[in-house]
Nanobody
Framework: QVQLVESGGGLVQAGDSLRLSCVAS????????MGWFRQFPGKERKLVAA????????LYPDSVKGRFTISRDNAKNTVYLQADNLGPEDTAVYYC???????????????????WGQGTQVTVSS
């Protein structure tokens, strides 16, 4: 498994932006498909952004499309989530996940990722 460490969460006001970072301890970061998920209390984790290995094609659900942007720096073993125009409905724990060679689709599920970070809390006040 890959060790993942997230950072960048915190308390912000509605309309603000945050950039989350996730550093992976691995030699072959470029072979990892990286995902960002969020989890509301009592709910299962939901994908908010993912980026495939290789081509780096991003994937977003409609709920965040246009507001969230995923990017990666393979030289730094880091994936980022830029979250703009945040609202109280974005308040959740955000998790970074990784899986080698995973192909993404609209049906990509959390269970397809075997490595997870510890999560970082994002709280958006109204």
């Amino acid at each position: 498994q890959v060790q993942l460490v997230e950072s960048g969460g915190g308390l912000v006001q509605a309309g603000d932006s945050l950039r989350l970072s996730c550093v992976a301890s691995v030699r072959t970061f470029s072979t990892l498909t990286m995902g960002w998920f969020r989890q509301f209390p009592g709910k299962e984790r939901k994908l908010v952004a993912a980026m495939a290995w290789g081509s780096g094609t991003p994937l977003y659900p409609d709920s965040v499309k246009g507001r969230f942007t995923i990017s990666r720096d393979n030289a730094k073993n880091t994936v980022y989530l830029q979250a703009d125009n945040l609202g109280p409905e974005d308040t959740a724990v955000y998790y970074c996940a990784a899986q080698p060679w995973l192909a993404l689709s609209r049906r990509t599920r959390p269970g397809e990722f075997k490595s997870w970070g510890q999560g970082t809390q994002v709280t958006v006040s109204s």
